[in-house]
Nanobody, 126 residues
Framework: QVQLVESGGGLVQAGGSLRLSCAAS????????MGWFRQAPGKEREFVAA????????YYGDSVKGRFTISTNNAQNTAHLQMNSLKPEDTAVYYC???????????????????WGQGTQVTVSS
């Protein structure tokens, strides 16, 4: 079992950048496929980005493609979400998630993930 803790959220102006981190404890992240999701008030949790356990495959939601980058640092047992060119519509609570994969693929749905962090707030002002 793995425990996930997000950090790096905050308040930023439109056009700015933030780097979210997801620290894992309990097990090494090299065994897991990782994902980032976000949820704005009154909306469903939305897929943002995913990376396969090997790091060889990544996938992004249409609204963040070209602006966000997902990565993992196995030495630090962390996953990251680099967010550039932020927009007010990126405002949400961001969650990282982990799942033991059946193959080297990405997972893009909330129901595919077993382990979740508590979330970190990202607010983008206009």
């Amino acid at each position: 079992q793995v425990q996930l803790v997000e950090s790096g959220g905050g308040l930023v102006q439109a056009g700015g950048s933030l780097r979210l981190s997801c620290a894992a404890s309990g097990r090494t992240l090299t065994s897991y496929a990782m994902g980032w999701f976000r949820q704005a008030p009154g909306k469903e949790r939305e897929f943002v980005a995913a990376i396969s356990w090997s790091g060889g495959r990544t996938y992004y939601g249409d609204s963040v493609k070209g602006r966000f980058t997902i990565s993992t640092n196995n030495a630090q047992n962390t996953a990251h979400l680099q967010m550039n060119s932020l927009k007010p519509e990126d405002t949400a609570v961001y969650y990282c998630a982990a799942e033991i994969p059946d193959s080297d693929r990405v997972f893009t749905n909330t129901f595919e993930y077993t382990y979740w962090g508590q979330g970190t707030q990202v607010t983008v002002s206009s």
